[in-house]
Each structure stands twice: as C-alpha cells, then as structure tokens.
C-alpha cells in the first residue's frame, strides 16, 4: 500500500517536435507530430485506445490571445474524441503541471495510462511582440513600466545576485555556452550552434546586464509523454521511468511583492517538496534539466535546487559543476538556450530528455548510469514553480 | 488573326443593388448618371478576389480545365485590397494554380481588363499549347454625392484562352486595336478610397465616344470587314444612353436590338474593367455561332481597346455547362437602403470594438477600478505589523493581516534591483530605459514597502543597487488615445548607491 506523499508513475513513451520557428506548422500540425513521435517511443507498442484520459499544457491563449483553449484544443487534432482531456495553464511550469496532476490521477487509480502533450506556438507573433520585447500580457500599464518584460523581471534577480554575491556577466555567460555546447549535439534542438564566451558577453544587451545570447529564442514546439502505472507499464516496456517525486509553488507576481531578489523562494519550496516525496537530497540527483530561459536564471537555480550553497552558483560554474563531466550536469539537452522554450511544450520535453538519459539513450551526451533525474520550471516573474524528479 | 480565343467564361455579379431613387432621395442635388435605375453593390464581405475567384472557377468548368493546367494568371482590377501587394498571386493560391504558372496584375485604370486580355493573347501566342486564366474583377468606390455614386458597380468576369487549333475554342479573336488617352476626367489620388469624377461628364462621354469610334474604324479596316459582317457591337457603358449611341456613331448594330441582352450599366451600374466584357458574355449566351462581333473596353483617363471575335460550333456545347448564367445573377438580387449602401462604401465608420483585442488591457472598468488608488498613491497600512501594502490587498503581503489604515504611499525610496532595458516594445520612450524595483524608505515590511517603475531618462550608467529615487507622476504610456499616468522613479544620484 502506497503511503501518503510517496509517488511513482511509469513514463513508458515521450516523444517531442524539433523546437524552432515552425511557420509551416500548425498547433495542431506540431501536436499530431509530437503524439506520434510519442507513441513510436513506446518499446513493445501501444494500442492508442488504451490511453484513457489526456493533460494539455499551454499558455496559447495568453500568449497569443486564442480565445478558448481547453481540453478540445487536444481531442479535435488528435481524434481522441469524448475522452476526458484537461487544459493546463501555469505560465512556464504548464508542461510540468500537466505531467504532475496526470500522474496524481494515474497514483490516485483512477485512470491505469494517460497522456500529456506540451504545446505552444510563440512565433506567430512578430519579434517585437514577443515576451522578449513586449511587457508581459498580465502586467499592468499602471503599476509596471512599459519595460517590464521576460528579461527585465527575470533580470532583476541576477543584478541582485551581482550586487549581494559578487557574480560577474561572465559567470552566467558561461551557461549560454555550455548549452549551446549541448544543444548542437541534440536534434531536437532549435539554436544548434555553439557560441564562445566573447560572443556572449559582446552581443547586443537586451536587459542590462543580459545579452542577446544570455535570452532564450522564441520558437514553436510540442512534446508529449505517456504515463501508467507501475504494474501496467510492463505491457509497454523492460525499462520504464518513474515520476517520485514532484513540488509547485506558486508566489508573488508582482516585483513589488517579492520576498527576495537574489533567489526564487518559489523553486526553493517546489524543490523541497519533490525532494521529500521522492525521499532523495540534491546529491542524489545525476543529471537536470533547469529552466534557462535566460541564463542567468539557470546560474542563481542552482542555488534554489541545492546543488550548491546560496552565493556560490558562480563559484560552481566555475568549478565545473554543471557540465557533463562535472558533479550534477545541467541542460545536456541544450536547455531552453538552445533547444527553445515553446511555453506549455517545455516541462513535457524536459521529462523527454530525462526519459532518454535514465533510459541510456543520449548519445554523445549520455551518462554513466544515472539513477535520478530533475526537471525544473519557473514562470510568471518567478512566480510559480515546479520541480519533478525521476528515478529508475 | 491572332490564332488565339476563349475556351470558358465566367461571370460574378453581387446579389446587393441600390436603387438610384435611394441615392438621390439622400443627394437631390448631387447629379446623376442617366439611364441607370439600379445598381450592384459588393457586401463587406466581398471583394475583387472574392468575386474574382467566383468567375474564375465558372470560367475553368466551361473549358473543362484542371487547375494544374493553367500556365498563366492575367488579373486585371483597379479595385485592388492592397496598394503594394499582389492580388493576383492572392487568387491563384485560392485556385490552386501552379506555384510555376506565371502571374501578373494589371491595375491602375479600367483598361487593366482588356490588358489582361492581350497579355493573355500575348502569352499564348507565344507559348504554344499554353492556356491563360484572365480574372477582371472592380468594385469602384465612388465618392459620396457625386453623379459616379448613382453609377459604379461591381462585378467580375473570367475568361480561359488558348490556341485556335485546339478546337474547343468558343470564340476566335481575330483582330486587336489599342488607342491610349491622357484625359484627366476620374481618378483616385495616392491614399484615397474614393473616385474623383470631373463636374462636367460632356468632357468624359465625349471622349468616351471618339475613342469608340476611332477603335471599331480600326478594327473594320484591320479586318477588312464591311459594316454588315459585323454583327454586333459591345463595349462599356458610363451611363444608359451609351449602348445606343455607340451604335448610332459606329453603324454597327445593338445586340439589344435582336433581343440579346446588352446595356448591363443600367442593372448593375459601371462595372469598369470589366464592364464591356459582362456585355460580351451576355452575348456570348445569346448569339449564333458564325456571327461575328466587336467589343470595346474603355478605360478613363487611359485609352480604349478592342478587339474583332467570331463565334465557332463549341459555343453551343460549352454554354449549355453552366450552372448559372449571366441572367441568373442579374436575377438575384436584393436591395440595400441607403444608410446600409453607405456602410459598405465605408462612408458610416463604427469605432473599434473595446477593449482593443490588440491593446494587452484588460477592459475599461479595471482602468476605471484602479485609477483612483494608484494615481493618488493610497496605501495600506498594516495595522498588525505595521507593513506598506501598495497598491491594495485583502490580506497583508507580510502578515496575512486584513485591518489597514489609509495612507499617502511616502515618495522617497532606495533601488533594490533593476535592469537597463535596451530592447523595448514599440513606444516613443528611447532606450535605454531603467526599470526597477525599490523599496520605500522607512518602510519596515519584508515584502510589503516595494514599489516598480520605470526610471526617467538618466545616465542609466550611474543606477546603482541603493541609489536614492523619488516617485513622480508622469505619463506612463498611452492606450486607445487615453493618456496612461503613472509613477516614475526620479534618481537623486547625490544619495546612496553602492
């Protein structure tokens, strides 16, 4: 018998569109391939009649101003007519989220297998309208400046962190570089090109003290994973991937409310929580997928998830800690840096990439036997937060 | 000869008319266009593509032509959409015609039809075996209360060319003649919706029928036709006394006058590019084959063409393929009133729709719910623990506490964090901007005390973490022409900064 706060749900198939600006795609053009990609990961097969009920993470209606995006936005491209089909929004953790809540209802035995797709279209809209250049659709012209876009109340964190901590440009540069080193072996990858430090720290400033490279593209994606219980995923496969352990919080949106400037408390507690449930510490985890939507934002969640103490990211990085070789890789998929962050598509293809490299299947990036993987997002302003853990 | 005629015709007319008495009831004293008692009028929701496309498919069915087949689009409107932009490519996409078939648009003046004719002929003259899709689609808007308002029409038609040796050829064309004419009597100006039209119409009708004439002189003689092998005569028509009188200048005869159906202007008004060729389909439904016929497109301000045609064996056939014929369209209509009229010319404007879709904010009454506590600085004040909570909240950012005092929301405060915006939506503010976030001075709350704002213009470069700023009211942006006020942060550059 499954005791209060333990979790573990099979993933037995994950499968994701290469992320970009997909202007031949359609959302649903994007899902469809997604969902098929999915469905050929599954080992030993799988008859699609038995996916009894499905998650949808996006933002599109925010970010694009769709109106009605909801569980049919799903079912109609995917034939999967009069299924239960729940929509997920929760800015950047909405992929995460959607992973989280489907495999509550797997744990809770209410539906044995299920699928989730991530999905966003960001490049329909031109550049300047874009969460880079623009203010953020729930920011209020009143209270925040026409300025406060993505980067700028991203941003604000990392000149904090500069301030308090003594953390230079070159030291989040140094992410941008690492995950475009990793994002160029992925194919999957939108940005496949490496960049050097100079590149980095000599490109146009979007958000002082973040460069153009230190921001994460804009692009179109899809991704989806297939979860079921323990017992059922060997119908599916020898080598499942299990779900332990999984945290959200969700805090302050406003600049002016936050507790803190040189962390996120958000990522702290979701982390705590997953790490509890999973009953693992940070030392235990192998490999993770942080969420660098601007570099330095993964630079100060090294902090948040405890891989190394409050100040020390840049110490770490210096070190070597996040790299391949180093004591806890971060972003081996090339990280939203590289790969791209298509909003509601990037936690389900955070839990791909941890699908594969549990399952020893990243090629030049791949591992020596890990045992435990993280995904991490943070949205809103860093408002809301998710981390999920899984194991063997 | 030109070896070269029509495979397939099509024709759209709008089911919408007005009627002239309508126009005039609202304009008594604006003039008119003799002769025409009604007029088509194009809905929102039509256009030149529309209607276009709607002849073009009639067209491609009577030639019994793929749309694979087609190795050329000749698109001849002077209604266009777009000023810069193509229509052409517009319509074939909505054909499905090869991405390889080569496209043209002929704009500018109602001559635009008959060039794309020629350019048809030209094409496949010159290119063996090849067919030419010709789409000649107008909806003139005329400027309100002025005598074109009585007249312009809408209307589309199509025509498929190909080699006379394919013997499905319909209707040969055997002579062509141009005469062009600078004759400043309509016009629409760079930027303007509306014709013009020049007050005295003598000016325009008289050059109207010099042009005629001279063009149907030109084709006898080409031909070296007499007036009695040519059966009949087309061409556009100003106003309802036209037909007649071209009859009358040129000798050659009305088809009107053998029951066919001609002097379309006074049913659906001046469909300009395409007008004398909506009077040559209508022939072309109700003439014998062997007869022989010249039709005349006049373009103001710009010139005439024409050309000689004779009618084969495969009319017979191919006319009986339609489904709808010009007459059916001409059936069925229904009338707008004047104010309705005057929506779809776009002269009653209906403001946008609020809140702007495009605005990014959210609706008027959430401006109006806060404009008052954030624009007169009203904050919170804890009564628990004594935390700045602006603007308001139920509970206590610190405290969860819910009893508050009122208070002025002080104006000094210290920069917590901030970045330099070099990348900035499209707005006048010239980057780089400073946006930040600063906690008021004096204020004891962890969270509660904090204020966001954007700096003005300063030496971004001197901003520290700890640089002393004040709050100060200016506009903050702008939306649906509504000034957006807001607080800026001031830097005092004398205090504090680390």
Known sequence: ?392 | MTGVGILGYGSYIPSYRIRFKDIRNAWPQAGSMPGIQEKAVADFDEDVVTMGVEAAEKALAMSELKEDQVDALFMGTTSSPFAEKSVAVIVQTILGLPKEALVYDLNSSCRSGSLAIRSAIDYVRSNNESKALVVIADNRLPTMATPPETSLGAAAVSFVVGAVKDNKVLCEIDGWASVSNEHPTRWRESGSNYLRFHEDPRIERDNFFDCVKKISGDLLKQGNYSKEDINYIVSSQMDGRAAGQVSKDTGLKNPSDSNILNNLVTQIGDAGSCAAYLNLIALLDGAQPGERGIVVSYGVAAGCDGFTFKLTDALVEARKKQTRTLEDLLNDKQYLDYVAFAKRMGYLEVAPILPDPNSGYPSQPNMKREMEEILSLKAQLCSKCGSINFPKRHYCIDCRGTEFTTIKLPRKAKIVTFNIQHVLAISPEEPPVVVGTAKIIGATGERGGHVSAAMITCDADKVKVGTEVELILRVCGEELGIPKYGYKFKPCFANGGE
């Not at chain 1, 994701?16 to 599954?42: H, K, P, T, W």
């Not at chain 1, 009894?52 to 109609?76: D, H, K, M, N």
């Not at chain 1, 449930?277 to 969420?291: C, N, Q, R, S, Y």
């Not at chain 1, 806890?328 to 939203?336: R, T």
């Open chain 1, 1 to 392: 018998m499954r005791k209060k706060g333990e979790l573990r749900v099979a993933l037995v198939g994950a499968g994701m569109i290469r992320f970009g600006e997909l202007f031949e795609q359609s959302f649903d053009d994007m899902v469809v391939e997604a969902y098929r990609d999915c469905l050929n990961s599954v080992d030993k097969g799988i008859d699609e009649d038995e996916i009894e009920a499905a998650w949808l993470g996006t933002c599109q209606g925010s970010l694009l101003r769709r109106e009605i995006v909801a569980g049919f936005t799903l079912s109609e491209p995917l034939g999967l007519l009069l299924k239960p089909v729940t929509r997920v929004e929760n800015a950047c953790c909405s992929g995460s989220d959607a992973i989280r809540n489907a495999a509550f209802a797997v744990a809770a035995g209410i539906y044995e297998t299920v699928l989730v797709v991530g999905a966003e279209k960001m490049r329909d809209v031109p550049t300047r309208a874009s969460l880079v250049a623009n203010r953020g659709i729930t920011s209020h012209l009143w209270m925040h400046p026409r300025g406060a876009t993505a980067p700028q109340v991203f941003g604000q964190n990392v000149t904090a962190h500069m301030a308090k901590f003594g953390t230079k440009r070159e030291h989040f540069a140094k992410v941008a570089v690492k995950n475009h080193l990793y994002g160029s072996m992925n194919e999957k990858s939108a940005l496949k090109f490496e960049v050097t430090l100079e590149q980095v720290l000599n490109a146009p400033l979007v958000s002082w003290p973040l460069g153009l490279f230190d921001c994460c593209p804009t692009t179109d994606g899809a991704a989806a994973v297939i979860l079921t219980t323990e017992e059922n995923a060997k119908r599916y496969t020898d080598n499942p991937v299990f779900l332990v352990g999984t945290g959200i919080s969700a805090d302050v949106f406003g600049s002016f409310w936050k507790k803190s400037f040189t962390n996120w408390p958000a990522t702290q507690q979701a982390a705590k929580e997953a790490y509890k449930m999973a009953g693992i510490t940070p030392k235990d985890i192998d490999v993770a997928e942080l969420h660098d939507c601007f570099s330095s934002t993964e630079l100060i969640t090294y902090e948040d998830v405890g891989f190394c103490e409050q100040g020390k990211a840049g110490p770490w990085i210096d070190s070597g800690g996040p790299y391949l070789e180093g004591e806890i890789p971060c972003n081996l998929s090339g990280g939203l840096k590289s790969k791209g962050h298509p909003v509601g598509a990037t936690g389900v293809a955070q839990a791909h990439e941890i699908f594969n490299q549990l399952r020893g299947k990243k090629g030049k990036t791949q591992l020596k036997n890990p045992r435990y993987g993280l995904t991490h997002n943070l949205g809103g302003t860093g408002s809301v937060a998710n981390v999920n853990i899984y194991g063997l």
